[in-house]
């Protein structure tokens, strides 16, 4: 089997700006990977099966989004070949660090490569977003700008960090926290240049907080180390600290009914090149 590396993301900001006839909603985000994240293993089969290999509390087969990444692939190109696919979850899951996401990007990179289809990485940005909103930037596979509903992405320059990252114990439905009457709507439109380090703010997060104390306690015990905030639809919160040694040493003394783990932001995903590899062969040949 080989194995892959599904990283975690953080977004640094996040601004709901607009909702589309659909109910999706039109977002503003800068999107940062960790060097945290599953390990996802993949072994080409030649019988043309799909196969998961281990079992995730909470996800059965068929929703799986590692399997379901791997079955689009399978139908959209009429590939002969299968896989054995084994994911280790170490990214909390419904933490709003993509998981499931990252998970389902790293399949579509890795079986394109090992089923030698040569999709672009733009082909496999646009099958990723019919998975769901999170998958186009983990393909896109480097620090983002993001738009649109998460698809539109522009590459942005971010200086190096270190991170610590909290999780309470609790599940946030995504739908749910988009669907609430109170969360804002109407953040201004910005644009890219605007960005610099602590810019914006996560129009979810107020919405996170009053359903779930949890979340709101976790946020203030943060904020004693920075600028703490929410990654994505939560639970999970972070802040950056000026190296691994204080990041680890404030996850080391977090209080009891959470997880955490201390990261370093990642430039460019580690699947990235083969992407470009590809890109590249496709548009010489
Ligand atoms: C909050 C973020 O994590 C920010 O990165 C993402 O926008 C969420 O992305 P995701 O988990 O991949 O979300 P999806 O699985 O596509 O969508 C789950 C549900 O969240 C809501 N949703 C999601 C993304 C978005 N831009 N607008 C929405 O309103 C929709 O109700 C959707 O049915
Ligand atoms: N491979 C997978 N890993 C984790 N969750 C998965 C996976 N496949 C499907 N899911 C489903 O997706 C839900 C959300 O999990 P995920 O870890 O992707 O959430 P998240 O980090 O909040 O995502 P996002 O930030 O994209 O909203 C899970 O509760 C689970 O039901």
């Known amino acids: 089997m080989q194995a892959f590396l599904a990283p975690a993301k953080l977004n640094l900001f996040l ?21 945290y994240g599953d390990t ?23 929703i799986d989004l590692a399997i379901r990444a791997a079955q689009l692939l399978k139908q959209t190109t009429g590939c002969t070949l299968g896989a ?16 499931g996401s990252s998970d389902a990007a ?25 998975l769901g909103a999170d998958v186009p930037v983990f393909v896109f596979g480097e620090s983002a700008w993001a738009e649109g ?3 539109k992405l522009q590459p942005i320059k971010l200086e190096p960090a270190c991170y610590a ?3 309470p114990n609790i599940h946030v439905s995504t739908p749910a926290i988009f669907s609430k009457k109170e969360l804002t709507r109407d953040t201004r439109l910005a644009k890219i240049a605007a960005f610099s380090k602590g810019y914006g703010h996560n129009d979810l997060e107020p919405v996170v907080c009053s359903m779930y104390p949890e979340v709101a306690a976790a946020l203030d015990w943060l904020k004693q180390f920075g600028d703490a905030r929410m990654s994505g639809s939560g639970a999970s919160v972070f802040v950056e600290l000026p190296s691994m040694e204080a990041a680890n040493k404030v996850v080391a003394e977090k209080p009891s009914g959470m997880r955490g783990f201390a990261a370093q932001g990642l430039d460019i995903h580690p699947l990235r090149e083969n992407a470009n590899e590809q890109l590249g062969s496709r548009q010489a040949g």
């Open 40 to 62: 996802v293993e993949i072994e080409v089969r030649q019988d043309g099966e799909i196969r998961r290999l281990n079992h995730v509390e909470g996800v059965p087969e068929a």
């Open 106 to 130: 790293t399949v579509l990179l890795a079986l394109n490569r090992l089923w030698g289809l040569n999709l672009s990485r733009q082909q496999l940005i646009d099958l990723g977003l019919q």
């Open 15 to 35: 601004h709901v700006v607009g909702r589309r006839d659909d109910g999706y909603h039109l977002l503003q985000s800068v999107f940062r990977f960790l060097n």
């Open 165 to 167: 990252v909290l999780t």
């Open 149 to 151: 509903i998460g698809e």
């Open 84 to 99: 054995d696919i084994q994911v280790t979850k170490h990214i909390p899951m419904g933490g709003g660090l993509g998981g």
